[in-house]
């Protein structure tokens, strides 16, 4: 009877239901209990232009990513609370997660090229200084200026057309390094040319804003990790926010185990001897080292973390600028230091120079008191005669030897050291 009672009710029920019901056999009990699922509502995170820096845009860094996060596939960890809320704008960078599949998240930095203070003091100012206004379109002030115009009709990248900017990547610029960046500028499709034709006029803009404000992600595209530097991934850009994979600051191992500091020590010096000889003839010198300019990764890897400050000089073309032309200023150049601010002369940089700096700021930190002695008076001994720019006529490269050898029987062979392990076991290399 109630198998008959189901099915007479069912005749003049909504078309959904009575698939329903059919579906459950119609049985009465089944029926009365079960309802069609409601469909899962996901949390709406809300992203101000603001906070991206995509209302600045095309005074931006790019806009390669923006859809990770409006699809929440790039989550900052702050998300994972019950509150949902975005972090503070004032934050430089931030902590984030990033999947492909919606399934596997990995760790990524969320960073922004300067404070947001900074950024803003920058908009103020080119307001002011050329359109007289306290509030302007950025995009349209910047389009009127005579270097985006000669950007605009160049179809190659030249060195006159950097000449002022504040990035040390471009204080010695050589046009085989500017065409790399072109040919590898990530924000746009690849065109694989050296000539800015498949760059349109806004993208002409970010390009040309990125290397005023800060290089370090053009250096992350035109020197990718997967090619063997030192560099981590780039992801993408959206606004003024860059994402790129994550590491742990360096002033995370200051207080490391001593074999830790041993091995973190010997990859600093094989960064540096990269930096300062490989396969392309570039020479790569920083132009300041702090805590912050190397991370790891979680496989106790050191990389480069802040590319910001690191200049380079082409050992085989040379520089294409002479010191007189450095000295040419716009606003371009003051977007993010005081236009006063001296240049380095391209051939006041020596072998040595980014050693006595990490000599200096770095590697006192890493291992002052770790070790016994007589090892670790070796090491003080040496650290102090590097800081005071090693006082002999002593290439970088013979110092370098001279403190890895003090350190490698220092390093173990471990699960700790992921990204040799387990190949130390079975070579002389570690």
Known sequence: MGHWICCLCSRDADPLMLLLVLALGCNPSTAATASPSVPHV????????????????????????CKKFFKEEIRFDTWLSSHLKLPPSSLLSYSGNYTDDAKSWRLVDITRLTSKYQHDRADKRICTSLLKTKTCSLERALRRTQRFQKWLRAKRLTPDLVQGLSSPMLRCPSQRLLDRIVRRYAEVPDAGSIYMDHLTDRD????LYTLAVNSHPILLQIFPDVEGWPFPRYLGSCGRLVVSASTRPLRDFFGAAPEV????????LAVLRSMASNDLNYFFYFTHVDAGTFGVFSNGHLF?????????IDKEEGSQLIDGQQEYKDIFSCLTVDCQSALVSCDSIRDKHSLVMVCQDLLPKLLTGRFLPPVQDRIDAFLQRCARGLGDDRGAGEAMAELAEILKPLRACDSRFAYRYPDCRYSDKY
Request: net charge positive; hydrophobic share 40%; proline share 2%.
């Open 304 to 312: 480069i973390r802040d590319a910001s400050t690191l200049g380079i």
């Open 261 to 268: 500091a041993a091995d973190l020590a010997l990859q600093l």
């Open 204 to 207: 002409k803009l970010r390009l």
């Open 42 to 65: 996901k949390p709406s995170y809300s992203f101000g232009r603001t906070f991206l820096g995509l209302d600045k845009c095309n005074a931006c860094i790019g806009t390669s990513i």
